[in-house]
């Protein structure tokens, strides 16, 4: 069955400073892999997602996230963060056999400080 | 500008009472799914339907809990009785399955928070 780890609970950066959210994953087979957002009292928002094809994939609000597939990991960075960016980020993976079920992970909270 | 859409949006209930909690998925997907989330367990797939039948429903206590899609506008998830654990947040989401997989992101709704006393 595919997993998510997000090992980290809390992520605290500056405004202005480079964000990272770390995911590792395991799957059979090629892996399908989304971020999303959840803002306080709404549901997650899609930010992103890799199928196939170049590594680093762009998304919404500035986000990136490079798929790395000899440390199965789909980190998500941002090279300037800001304020409005703190939030709960849930990464995301399911496999490429027809299964539709996601799997997702614990999720971040992202702490931006002014 | 296509949404899902859920009610209510709160409930409060006492145990024992019935809940019903109605989903409308973005026209056009194919693809339902019912989530739940709290602090401790996180974000849980309860049941998903494609074209309207249940393809996996493991994650819901089967005694009390179930869904359906009575037509392709609607999906429904039905606590019957309710029970103080019940309490979270029940999130909707849709998607568009390509062939035999989904291809593109899910979309949420904006959940259903349930209070059980």
């Known amino acids: 069955a595919q997993s998510v780890a997000q090992p980290e609970d809390q992520v605290k950066v500056a405004e202005g400073n480079p964000l990272t959210v770390k995911c590792t994953y395991s799957v059979s087979g090629n892996p399908y892999l989304f971020w999303y957002v959840q803002y306080p009292n709404r549901g997650l928002q899609f930010l992103l997602k890799?199928?196939?094809?170049?590594?680093l994939v762009k998304g919404s609000y500035g986000f990136e996230a490079e798929f790395n597939k000899s440390q199965t990991s789909f980190h998500l960075k941002k090279p300037s963060a800001l304020v409005s960016d703190s939030a709960l980020y849930f990464c995301?993976?399911?496999?490429?056999?027809?299964?539709?079920?996601?799997?997702f992970g614990k999720g971040n909270q992202v702490v931006v400080i002014p | 500008d296509a949404r899902v859409t859920q009610t209510p949006r709160h409930k409060v209930t006492e145990m024992g009472q019935e809940v019903t909690m109605r989903c409308q998925p973005i026209l056009g997907h194919n693809t339902v799914f019912w989530y739940r989330q709290t602090m401790m367990q996180g974000l849980e797939l309860l049941a998903y339907?494609?074209?309207?039948?249940?393809?996996?429903d493991s994650g819901m206590p089967k005694d009390r809990f179930s869904a359906e899609m009575p037509d392709a506008t609607l999906a429904t998830l039905k606590i019957q009785p309710s029970e103080p654990r019940d309490s979270a947040v029940y999130f909707c989401?849709?998607?568009?399955?390509?062939?035999?997989?989904?291809?593109?992101?899910?979309?949420f709704g904006p959940g259903t928070r349930l209070t059980v006393t």
């Open positions: 339907f494609r074209n309207r039948a249940p393809l996996d």
């Open positions: 995301a993976v399911r496999d490429s056999y027809g299964n539709n079920r996601l799997a």
């Open positions: 890799y199928i196939t094809g170049d590594n």
């Open positions: 989401a849709s998607g568009l399955a390509l062939g035999q997989s989904v291809m593109h992101e899910q979309y």
